[in-house]
C-alpha cells in the first residue's frame, strides 16, 4: 500500500478566478478599456500575492528562530 503525500501549497481556487473575472467585466462595463482594466487587475492580484507571502515568510522565519529546530519523530506504517 502506497502512502499518498499531501500537497498542502495555497493555490488559486476556481472561485477567485471567478472572482478576478466579475472585477474585470464591472471595470470594463464601467467605462475603462479592456486592457487597462485586465492589467489592473492581474498587477494588484501579483501585488497582493506577494505582500502575503513576504508577510508569511517573515513569520516563519521569526518562529523558527525564536523556537529553534524542531525534531519530529518519523511515523510508523501500519501493517495488515
Known amino acids: 500500500m502506497g502512502h499518498r ?3 498542502t501549497r495555497p493555490r ?4 477567485m478566478l471567478v472572482a478576478l473575472g466579475d472585477v474585470v467585466l464591472l471595470l470594463v462595463s ?5 486592457l487597462f482594466a485586465l492589467f489592473s ?4 492580484t501579483v501585488a ?5 507571502r513576504m508577510t508569511r ?9 525564536i523556537s529553534g529546530p524542531v525534531a519530529t ?3 510508523s506504517r501500519r501493517r495488515a
Do not use: F, H, K, M
Open 5 to 7: 503525500i499531501r500537497d
Open 12 to 15: 488559486l481556487a476556481l472561485w
Open 30 to 34: 464601467a467605462g475603462l478599456p479592456v
Open 41 to 44: 487587475v492581474v498587477t494588484v
Open 48 to 52: 497582493g500575492v506577494a505582500a502575503w
Open 57 to 65: 515568510r517573515g513569520a516563519l522565519a521569526r518562529e523558527e528562530r
Open 73 to 75: 519523530p518519523v511515523a
